[in-house]
């Protein structure tokens, strides 16, 4: 983003640390970091003016039931009220008489709502607020107390909202937070990963090579790709699953995979760089990437994938379908997946290709045509920066 605006300011939610200050000396940005900023007189005045804003009142009275659950709702309602006390006045600081300035938050939650509230009584410097959506930020059956704050207040508020996926744009659209004409324009941005030096090489293949990236949680369902590998090698007799990532579902995984899968045909990797997962990739050729979890935004892992050539096997939940058109990249799965007759049904498919070259290398150059189409991250930062800037370069979706 540095290439398209003169400065740029970053407010961390997390303590100052080491890394952001070698970020910030790196790219050249200024930062505020939020962790560190203690409660103190002045926040909790801040506070109570804040809780004197008609609108505050119409979010409780809407939102907020006299039981535990209408609690939980009220402190977090407060929770986003306490980080714009927090962050209103770094921004005020930053803004210069001559300067343009655009707020922009990487989430819709409390960031949104913040630089939302600078509509009003708006002053001239400030030429666009917009936010970014991805998942946990917008689905609100993905957050813990099945609720987001503000979601009216910020629809009406923000002047764009850039979605990674059509069904983020789809399920928003849905929801119907605003009645009035004059409310956010919906854009869909996908997100991106950068390009790599190398593709996957599929000409010298004797051994069916399986991938998967992620953290080990219920979430992501690794005891599903446990169970595929299963299939897959009562079909051929060279195979290897390869799993990165860690998590706090490791030690039941492993133990799951030591019980039904032969000894030499998996590993686990823990948690390793960017940099060498890239590495993994260019040594072993993985010959699918796989994704089984129960939601999903779009999988970065997935994109990352896709970069260099690898087909990706899915399920069709989340924005699944953006990155994976079904026999073209790879194979998109029913929702439903876990079923018998399903894995069976896939595990035949996934052979099917392997043993097939020709088409194999050919889902292979798919997978890397389509991300650089939609997923080339250099192209999509450009294009919503410049966006950002005059509102023009992506068309609104509906």
């Known amino acids: ?65 006299f039981n535990l659950s209408g609690l939980k709702r009220l402190l977090y309602i407060f929770y986003y009220g306490n980080y714009y006390c927090k962050i209103k006045n770094i921004i005020y600081d930053n803004i210069e008489d001559n300067n343009d300035v655009y707020l922009y938050s990487f989430w819709l939650s409390r960031a949104a709502y913040s630089i939302a ?59 119907k937070y605003s009645k009035k004409e004059k409310q956010a324009l919906c854009k869909l941005s996908y997100l991106g990963t950068l390009s790599r030096e190398f593709t996957v090489d599929y000409s010298h293949k004797n051994k069916l090579t399986i991938v998967s990236c992620a953290y080990i949680s219920k979430r992501k369902r690794l005891d599903l790709i446990v169970d595929l590998i299963k299939k897959l ?90 990155a994976i058109i079904n026999n073209f990249n790879g194979i998109l799965l029913s929702p439903s997946f876990p079923n018998e007759q399903l894995m069976i049904e896939t595990a035949n498919k996934i052979v099917s290709i392997y043993t097939d070259q020709k088409q194999h290398i050919k889902m292979s150059l798919n997978a890397r045509k389509l991300w650089k189409e939609r997923f080339d991250a250099n192209s999509n930062i450009a294009k919503m920066c410049m966006d950002i800037i005059n509102g023009e370069t992506i068309k609104e979706i509906g």
């Open 1 to 65: 983003m540095k290439e398209y605006f003169n400065s740029i300011h970053v407010i961390s939610y997390d303590k100052c640390n080491k890394k952001i200050e070698e970020l910030s000396k790196k790219y050249n940005f200024t930062f505020d970091t939020l962790g560190d900023k203690k409660f103190d007189l002045k926040r909790a005045i801040e506070l109570i003016k804040w809780t004197k804003e008609s609108y505050l009142k119409q979010e409780i009275i809407k939102e907020v039931s």
């Open 117 to 175: 509230v600078f509509n009003i009584n708006r002053i001239p410097q400030i030429k666009r607020i917009v936010s970014r959506t991805h998942r946990y930020d917008l689905y609100e059956e993905e957050n813990r107390y099945k609720f987001l704050p503000f979601r009216k207040f910020i629809a009406e508020n923000l002047d764009t909202i850039y979605f990674s996926s059509n069904d983020s744009n789809m399920y928003y659209k849905n929801k």
């Open 233 to 322: 090698n009562e079909q051929v007799d060279e195979i290897l699953w390869i799993h990165i990532g860690s998590g706090e579902l490791e030690e039941k995984i492993k133990s799951y995979a030591s019980l039904i899968l032969d000894k030499g045909i998996y590993e686990f990797k823990g948690n390793v760089e960017d940099k060498e997962i890239f590495e993994i990739y260019k040594k072993y050729n993985p010959d699918f990437f796989v994704n089984l979890s129960d939601s999903e935004g779009i999988p970065v892992s997935l994109l990352e994938a896709l970069s260099v050539g690898i087909p990706g096997v899915v399920r069709n939940i989340g924005g699944n379908s953006d």
